[in-house]
């Protein structure tokens, strides 16, 4: 079976420009959450979704970001503009219940120069 | 609020030995569950094992096995036999119960992680 599938692997890009990110979840799975991580503050949770709904979008640093999950399978994360401190790596995961194990994807490495 | 401290930045361990990478948790939910992740150099985080607060045993897969000590609020993992492939960032994370509510909720906040070093 695919785990989470996530595009593009890595992405270099300018400052301001608009940077979206994609996930698919294994199929099945209720819960996605996308995950940002960096040296400094290590893994953050930005935000998640329990049947496509957002549920807390609390980790989302500001208005720049934003995520969409349109159907079970697909969710997007968008940057926009972008900043050098956005870059990181960014993970989505998805599990089979709130209660159960995250499978995470391989990540995106976002570099904005 | 919950938290999570892992309070080794790095640990080192000769192979075929046991080495245990300390957790601490801090949650005033009842019902919780504590998870252990591995990231090698490649960057993909695995799934290692999982210990909900209910539990009565202490869970183990294969060479991994969780010391849950719930009164101390440690979630300490035991690696046995370490192999060279071992070798990786660990990270312990938490995530809250039913009775957390609202978003809280299927959450999980991590450690720092503990980077092990596996040496022949």
């Known amino acids: 079976d695919a785990g989470v599938i996530q595009s593009p692997r890595h992405e270099v890009t300018e400052m301001g420009q608009e940077v979206t990110l994609r996930c698919k979840p294994i199929?099945?799975?209720?819960?996605l959450f996308w995950y940002r991580q960096t040296m400094m503050r290590g893994l953050e949770l930005l935000i998640y979704f329990n049947n496509n709904v957002p549920i807390d979008d609390s980790g989302m640093p500001e208005d720049r970001f934003s995520a969409k999950m349109p159907n079970a399978s697909f969710s997007t994360l968008k940057i926009q503009p972008s900043e050098p401190r956005d870059s990181a790596v960014y993970f989505c995961?998805?599990?089979?219940?709130?209660?159960?194990?995250?499978?995470f994807g391989p990540g995106t490495r976002l570099t904005v120069l | 609020a919950q938290k999570i401290t892992q309070t080794q930045p790095g640990m080192f361990v000769q192979e075929k030995e046991a080495v245990t990478l300390d957790c601490t948790y801090d949650t005033s939910d009842p019902s919780y569950g504590l998870f252990w992740y591995k990231q090698p150099s490649s960057g993909e985080m695995i799934f290692l094992i999982y210990q909900g607060s209910y539990d009565q045993q202490n869970a183990t897969e294969g060479r991994y096995s969780l010391n849950f000590q719930k009164a101390r609020k440690s979630a300490n993992l035991v690696i046995s036999a370490s192999q060279l492939g071992d070798s990786a960032m660990y990270f312990c994370?938490?995530?809250?119960?039913?009775?957390?509510?609202?978003?809280?909720?299927?959450?999980?906040?991590f450690g720092q992680g503990t980077i092990l070093t596996v040496h022949p």
């Open positions: 994370a938490m995530r809250g119960g039913l009775a957390s509510g609202g978003t809280s909720y299927g959450k999980l906040t």
């Open positions: 199929s099945g799975h209720d819960y």
């Open positions: 995961a998805s599990s089979l219940s709130g209660l159960l194990e995250q499978f």
